[in-house]
């Protein structure tokens, strides 16, 4: 059973265009967590987000975590090719060790 | 400190033979994880270190895998009796507290059975 559910799973669009990813869940996150991950390599911290209706900005990309604390949302603006990669999201719960990692979000920025 | 160094960075076995994988931590931070990753999906987590004490096994983790922190700091994960299912991307990643704080993840292993 996946703790964490993104969508959309694959996404392409254009250089310039911007866009949202999600990721819900039924259970409360002590902490949230969006990382991006190129191929054959480890996944990158992007940010934590901890806070109930906390927004966060990056440059161009923007998280927001649910005031729920079970869903965030991640938006690009005017998105780049370098922007290309897997979009993960990871919860911690107050019952567990680790982090719980969604699908991901699969992004292709093309020229 | 050049961040979580994972050796191999690739691996080729047969069915039947064991393997084992070594992830070199930040050295500041006591706690390490380890993640299985297979194509299309997110990392799975398989086992959590705090120092030297292995505190946390997934159900993933079958009796073939055993993993070991010794003194805290490197870590192993071997596999006994490959099986194909068993061919993934093996990942470590360490921090230096909770979750909270981030995790720093390596390379990863690849691992082909063939």
């Known amino acids: 059973t996946q703790l964490l559910e993104q969508s959309p799973q694959f996404l392409s669009i254009q250089e310039g265009e911007n866009l949202t990813v999600y990721c819900n869940s039924s259970s409360v996150f002590s902490s949230l967590q969006w990382y991006r991950q190129e191929p054959g390599e480890g996944p990158v911290l992007l940010v934590t987000?901890?806070?109930?209706?906390e927004v966060k900005k990056l440059k161009r990309l923007t998280f927001q975590f649910g005031d729920a604390r079970k869903d965030s949302s991640l938006h690009i603006t005017a998105a780049q090719t370098g922007d290309t990669g897997l979009y993960l999201c990871?919860?911690?719960?107050?019952?567990?060790?680790?982090?719980?990692f969604g699908k991901g979000t699969s992004l292709l920025v093309t020229p | 400190d050049t961040g979580v160094s994972q050796n191999p960075r690739h691996k080729i076995t047969k069915r039947g033979q064991n393997v084992t994988f070594r992830c070199d931590p930040i050295s500041e931070h006591n706690r390490l994880y380890w993640y299985r990753q297979t194509l299309g999906q997110g990392p799975e987590f398989l086992t959590y270190?705090?120092?030297?004490?292995?505190?946390?096994k997934s159900r993933l983790l079958s009796d073939r895998f055993s993993a070991e922190r010794p003194k805290g700091s490197f870590s192993t994960l071997e596999i006994q009796r490959t099986e194909q299912g068993d061919s993934a991307m093996y990942l470590c990643?360490?921090?230096?507290?909770?979750?909270?704080?981030?995790?720093?993840f390596g390379s990863g292993t690849r691992l082909t059975v063939v």
């Open positions: 990643a360490s921090s230096p507290g909770t979750a909270y704080y981030g995790y720093t």
């Open positions: 270190f705090q120092n030297e004490a292995q505190l946390e």
């Open positions: 990871a919860g911690e719960t107050d019952s567990g060790y680790a982090l719980n």
């Open positions: 987000v901890v806070t109930g209706g």
